[in-house]
């Protein structure tokens, strides 16, 4: 997990793979960032796997998060998280 602030947002990049052994340490991670009440982009184009636990996840952090206006970045990603 790579983060780094950009000048509207704070970006969180994540490389390799999001599995059941990691899925809630990574979820607990992103949650320190959604307190700071800044932009978040959570950036899964490096990623080379997304286990079910992961997916699970990545929804349960959109659907907390929803009132905040979260939106993704694709429409592959709107299909799954309606």
Do not use: K
């Amino acid at each position: 997990m790579f983060v780094y602030a950009r000048s509207l947002a704070t970006v969180v990049r994540m490389d390799g793979g999001i599995d059941a052994s990691n899925a809630g340490q990574i979820a607990a991670e992103i949650r320190r960032f959604t307190r700071a009440r800044t932009p978040l982009i959570i950036d899964l184009t490096h990623l080379d796997f997304l286990g079910i636990e992961g997916f699970q996840q990545l929804l349960a952090l959109n659907h907390q998060h929803q009132a905040a206006a979260c939106t993704a970045g694709s429409s592959a990603v709107l299909r799954c998280t309606r």
